[in-house]
């Protein structure tokens, strides 16, 4: 059974630091591309970021683009989102998911984990 869960979020203020974690199982993670999303209430999820699976490739949102690093770590199965000077609206719940290619379609992901809210404030 694949198992994505993400943890890491929280209730922070704008300009500080999370780093949000995906504990996989099920697959061989380390021959999937695995992503990050995010959704806001009323909205479409979206990428935020992406990164294949040696973690040698990575895209990004240009929202994000100098804040936020994604990252895995093969042995332990796990991908990363290290996320720096939050701002308001970065605030959705954000989601990890698992693909067969480096891309920004959600629907091409196949496996998603249950999702962590992030709040910022101002």
């Known amino acids: 059974q694949v198992q994505l869960v993400e943890s890491g979020g929280g209730l922070v203020q704008a300009g500080d630091s999370l780093r949000l974690s995906c504990a996989t199982s099920?697959?061989?993670?380390?021959?999937?591309?695995m992503g990050w999303f995010l959704q806001a209430p009323g909205k479409e999820r979206e990428i935020v970021a992406a990164?294949?699976?040696?973690?040698?490739?990575?895209l990004y949102a240009d929202s994000v683009k100098g804040r936020f690093t994604v990252s895995r770590d093969n042995d332990k199965n796990t991908l990363y989102l290290q996320m720096n000077s939050l701002k308001p609206e970065d605030t959705a719940v954000y989601y990890c998911?698992?693909?067969?290619?480096?891309?920004?379609?959600?629907?091409?992901?196949?496996?998603w984990g249950q999702g962590t809210q992030v709040t910022v404030s101002s």
């Open positions: 998911a698992d693909g067969p290619m480096l891309t920004r379609t959600p629907r091409l992901y196949n496996y």
């Open positions: 099920g697959r061989t993670f380390r021959t999937y591309t």
């Open positions: 990164i294949d699976w040696s973690g040698s490739s990575t």
